[in-house]
């Protein structure tokens, strides 16, 4: 026997003489017991202990799961029951980590982040692997990539309708009028239809512009978040019949990135919110930086509306899109409803980026 196999701990309850365990023994076992984390020996791939949150975890009492072999309780993250590599992941000593899956006793998914130490059982090398619960971060991390998708496809259901909406009927107009100059023979008649089909080019390369900004904001990148904002406001004057303000003092000041995109991407939320149904006349829109946080206040006259109400809506997706922003930038919402009119504010301690300042 080599000395490395020598100096391995043996957790049975016997040591070498035959005589009963120390204290040190005792409270190491009681530890194992009452992990918190999954604990299971395992010898010739075959589980001969498990700890007490075998029931907790899975479900299962001990003696279910003893004497069974890993590959029929585990498989790996792609769910396939491949016998070698399960074994292999139970056997890695590099305290690398590996993600295992089973399923407890009322069939749901349990997923598993393991790390397995060698040591000696019973008089035998044996390994000892911990496993630790990730199912609940699992299921955050799916969630989030599912609200992330549903705002992606979102996103695009936009794009495809201002497209649709906004440049179709357009570029058929003008293809309309450039038709009719084919049985025009009177110059002045041809030159009212010319100017006509330029007058709706420069509509439609408003448009374009206008939607390649709400896309990829480069305003945010290239000048920050008061020149992007107040972009937007003129923006949103041109295509709809509505009074917006902005009033902001942050000109010149840079936050990190991520915040200055969805601060922009909330603002343009809300506009659209507004523009589409709130039936408003003016919008207001301030923008201020003081004590270490970053300010974002947003009202509009229109109908009122409560965020349960409208979360409940086909048309919801709108405060979903601007709630997820919000947590991810760890920043604060509230929303205010005042004599039927809502008032938003967002809000996040920041401090400014001092290594990208505006462009002047």
């Not at 001969?48 to 890993?70: C, E, M």
């Not at 000048?223 to 004057?237: E, F, P, W």
């Not at 004599?339 to 938003?344: H, L």
């Amino acid at each position: 026997m080599t000395k490395q196999k020598e100096s391995l701990r043996d957790i049975s309850g016997n040591n070498k003489s035959g005589g009963s365990i120390a204290g040190g023994e005792v409270l190491y076992k009681t530890l194992i017991q009452h992990s918190p984390n999954l604990i299971l020996i395992h010898h010739e791939n075959k589980i001969v202990f498990a700890n007490d949150s075998i029931v907790r975890l899975l479900g299962f009492t001990k003696q279910t799961v003893i004497n069974r072999a890993l590959e029929d309780l585990f498989t790996t993250v792609n769910s396939r029951k491949n016998k070698t590599e399960v074994q292999e992941i139970f056997k890695d000593t590099s305290q690398a980590e590996h993600e295992v899956r089973t399923k407890d006793a009322g069939g749901l998914l349990k997923e598993f982040l393991i790390r397995s130490n060698l040591i000696r059982y019973r008089g035998k090398k044996a390994f000892l692997s911990i496993l630790t619960d990730i199912t609940d971060l699992k299921n955050m991390e799916k969630y989030v990539i599912s609200r992330v998708m549903e705002t992606e496809e979102l996103e695009r259901k936009r794009f495809s309708a201002d497209l649709h909406d906004d440049l179709g009927p357009t570029l058929s107009s003008i293809r309309l009028r450039l038709g009719l100059l084919e049985s025009l023979s009177d110059p002045d008649a041809i030159a009212t239809e010319v100017k006509i089909c330029n007058d709706l080019l420069m509509e439609v390369i408003t448009k374009v512009r206008m939607i390649s900004q709400n896309l990829t904001p480069r305003l945010i990148e290239d000048y920050g978040i008061h020149v992007a904002i107040d972009d937007l406001c003129n923006r949103m004057r041109n295509i709809a019949s509505i009074t917006i303000e902005f009033i902001s003092d942050i000109r010149g000041l840079r936050f990190p990135k991520n915040v200055e995109l969805h601060y922009y991407r909330i603002a343009s939320e809300l506009l659209n919110n507004s523009i589409k149904y709130s039936n408003a006349s003016l919008i207001s829109i301030k923008a201020f930086y003081s004590n270490k946080t970053l300010k974002l206040e947003y009202t509009d006259n229109g109908v009122g509306y409560t965020v349960d109400e409208a979360l409940q809506k086909s048309t919801g997706m709108g405060i979903h899109n601007i709630l997820d922003r919000v947590n991810l930038i760890d920043a604060r919402i509230a929303f205010t409803n005042k004599y039927g009119k809502m008032e938003v504010r967002v809000t996040k301690n920041v401090i400014p980026d001092s290594s990208g300042e505006a462009q002047s």
